[in-house]
């Protein structure tokens, strides 16, 4: 700041005049020493500065003078207007008794107006507490008989028959019902007339409501066409909620029932006919009855029919009951609680049960036809084979409706009867049909082939077994359900043929049952179900068979002469006196060996040739040919028998003159003795069996090979 003070500042200050300089230097300094950062002082200059003040010489000698002079001037106005604030004052003051005085008269005039309006007051305000509770009891009204009471145009959706069934309907008869349930909470108050009076007025609006559903349900199922897939969505929620009436439930299906059956009986006469019950033609069916000549088609056909109509009526009647899961079964579980007069079964609804049972209801009229028509087919059938085919396709569908229907139902009914009494008919003309080839079959063929009544039988019992084997008859009783039909089919005639077969001479009965054994078994043999009568005639084949064999056998022995033989060597053993024996008995004397020799070497030749002759009507040759090798093994044995005992009783004479020459010749050597033994010659007066008779095992299997 002294930089900025002006030449000649400080000789100044240091002059004579002391004193005042004195004084204007301390206030020099008292200026400089001031802060402008004090707001007093900011705030003077910006006073200043709003007075657009020059900085001149003059100004600054008289600003302070102008500054006072203009305080006095401030203060000169406010001291005025102060004057003129008093004289207004000194005005109130003398205005404020008279208002007072005027105060008090309104208190007293208020006083008395309070006095004399009291008893208004207490009665406004009365009337007041009053109007507030009757406005709190009219909302609590209007909001119960919002709740609890329904609206003319509630009631006329609900009752009307002019208003449709919709979603206004049910939702004004779910209102209704929850208003019907809420009513039991006003019966638990002191005062219970009210809720039963709002419950009898519900009860009265929702049977109202109820009947509406039913009678348009009922107008519904005149016209309801189950073939069409795109169902009315209405029927089936209407169905779900008149469940919950079960008298009129049950009432809507006995509707339904009847006219579905009436429906279902039309069609299938239509299907039968080719014209519906209204004589109306249909040119695009061809009639089921056109094949009636054809039992089996016919009743095919209409099985087929009944089947198909089946299968639609259920999975029609499923979607438009079952459809939409429990509800049904909730519907109707809360029908029982609200009528539990209306039934006396306590089990839980079963939604598969009721539709097999209403499906078995719709279905009653087809079933009567169908047993009708189907009865009359069997009865005017003759032939057993067809009657049985029948037999088996009503037990196919009989199977195969079980399935859909259970085992309680009319068309079940019906089928197991029908079967019944096809196999009836099949088992009457089976029975007359035996008798018949009992009365035909009185002596065994010419040639001993099977009877041509055994192989019809046969034919006819093949057309069975096949029919029998693609029915749907359960694996592990197939046997057990077809035998009585074997026994009856089979077994007489088979008893005819053996009884037949006692009057011929061996071997010809046993070649004539062994045929009519043989045809029996490559008839059953294809069929698994016909085990165990196949095993009994193995055992019969089995039997003829063993009996050829023994005759075949006996055969080679008489004819080869090696009878005698064997027959008076197979009492003896082998003991040494049993063996001397044999050259005393006449079957072993020279002539009568070299002869049964003679008779063995004439028969070889032929043997098999001639053996196989007696077997030649055997319709088997391969049977035959292991038959005749058999006998031909154990003849082979016999003669095996005989060659050893021979053999024996030569070795037996040998030894007996080695003996003699050894005490003659005892001076030759042990190997000289056993060589002379294998060459030796018996004595002139006896003669070794093996030279009369010469023919050697082998020899004899060679030739019977």
């Known amino acids: 700041m002294s930089q900025d003070l002006p030449e000649g500042f400080d000789d100044r200050i240091g002059g004579p005049s002391g004193q005042r300089s004195n004084a204007l230097a301390n206030k020099v300094t008292r200026v400089l020493s001031i802060s402008y950062a004090d707001s007093e002082i900011r705030d003077a200059l910006r006073f200043l500065d709003s007075e657009n003040v020059q900085n001149t010489p003059e100004l600054r000698r008289g600003l302070h003078w102008d500054l006072q002079k203009e305080v006095i001037d401030c203060n000169s106005s406010i001291v005025k207007e102060f004057g003129q604030v008093a004289e207004q004052l000194k005005r109130i003051g003398t205005t404020i008794p008279s208002l007072n005085r005027c105060c008090e008269d309104m208190r007293r005039h208020v006083a008395a107006a309070r006095q004399e309006n009291a008893p208004v007051l207490e009665e406004a305000s009365t009337l007041l507490a009053q109007r507030q509770d009757l406005e709190k009891k009219k909302q609590l009204l209007d909001a119960f008989n919002k709740h609890f009471i329904l609206s003319d145009e509630e009631l006329m959706v609900l ?94 299906l006995d509707s339904f029932s009847e006219a579905r059956e009436h429906i279902l009986t039309d069609g299938f006469y239509s299907a039968l006919t080719g014209s519906s019950a209204n004589q109306m033609n249909d040119s695009t069916m061809k009639p089921i009855e056109f094949h009636a000549h054809d039992s089996l088609r016919y009743i095919g056909d209409m099985l087929a029919w009944t089947h198909s109509a089946t299968v639609s009526e259920r999975e029609a009647l499923e979607s438009l009951f079952i459809a939409e899961g429990d509800e049904m079964a909730k519907g109707v579980q809360a029908g029982r609680h609200s009528e539990p007069w209306s039934s006396t079964d306590d089990e839980s609804f079963d939604g598969r049960k009721a539709l097999d049972d209403l499906v078995n209801r719709n279905m009653a009229g087809v079933a009567r036809s169908l047993r009708q028509r189907v009865d009359q087919a069997i009865q005017g059938q003759q032939d057993a084979v067809a009657v049985y085919k029948i037999a088996n396709l009503i037990s196919f569908y009989r199977v195969t409706l079980t399935k859909l229907l259970g085992m309680e139902s009319s068309i079940m009914s019906t089928l197991k009867s029908l079967e019944e009494s096809a196999m009836r008919q099949f088992q009457n003309l089976q029975s007359d049909q035996t008798a018949t080839v009992q009365a035909e079959l009185t002596q065994a063929t010419a040639d001993l082939t099977a009877p041509d009544v055994l192989n019809d039988t046969l034919a006819q019992l093949t057309d069975l077994m096949r029919s029998y084997e693609s029915s749907l008859a359960p694996a592990e009783s197939r046997a057990q359900n077809f035998q009585p039909i074997l026994l009856q089919t089979l077994k007489p005639v088979l008893d005819t043929c053996e009884s037949l077969a006692e009057e011929l001479e061996t071997p010809a009965n046993n070649i004539f049952l062994l045929n009519c054994h043989l045809a029996t078994k490559n008839a059953l043999q294809p069929f698994e179900f016909t085990h165990s009568v196949t095993e009994q005639v193995d055992q019969s084949i089995e039997s003829a068979t063993t009996k050829l064999i023994d005759y075949q056998h006996a055969f080679f022995l008489h004819v080869s002469g090696l009878h005698s033989l064997l027959t008076t060597l197979i009492p003896l053993s082998d003991s040494t006196e049993d063996l001397k024996k044999i050259n005393t008995l006449p079957p072993f004397q020279a002539g009568a060996l070299n002869e049964a020799s003679q008779t063995l070497d004439d028969f070889l030749p032929s043997a098999l040739m001639d053996a196989l002759e007696n077997l030649k009507r055997l319709r088997d040759t391969k049977l035959a040919g292991d038959m005749t090798s058999e006998a031909a093994d154990r003849f082979c044995e016999d003669f095996e028998f005989v060659e050893g005992k021979l053999t024996a009783a030569d070795e037996l004479l040998l030894a007996g003159d080695d003996g003699d020459e050894a005490r003659s010749d005892g001076e030759e050597d042990a190997g000289s003795q056993g060589k002379a033994k294998k060459v030796q010659r018996p004595r002139d007066d006896a003669q070794l069996l093996r030279d009369l008779y010469p023919r050697t095992s082998a020899e004899i299997r060679v030739l019977l090979s």
């Open 159 to 252: 009752t009307s028959t002019t208003e449709p069934i919709g979603e206004r309907f049910f939702a004004v008869l779910a209102r209704i019902k929850q208003v019907h349930s809420d009513c039991k909470v006003l019966l638990g108050s002191e005062n219970q007339r009210l809720g039963l009076e709002l419950m009898e007025q519900n009860s009265r609006h929702l049977n109202n409501g109820y009947q509406k559903l039913y009678r348009w349900i009922q107008k519904e199922f005149k016209s309801l066409d189950l073939e069409n897939p795109q169902i009315n969505a209405f029927i089936r929620r209407s169905l779900r909620t008149l469940a919950e009436r079960p008298t009129l439930f049950e009432s809507c």
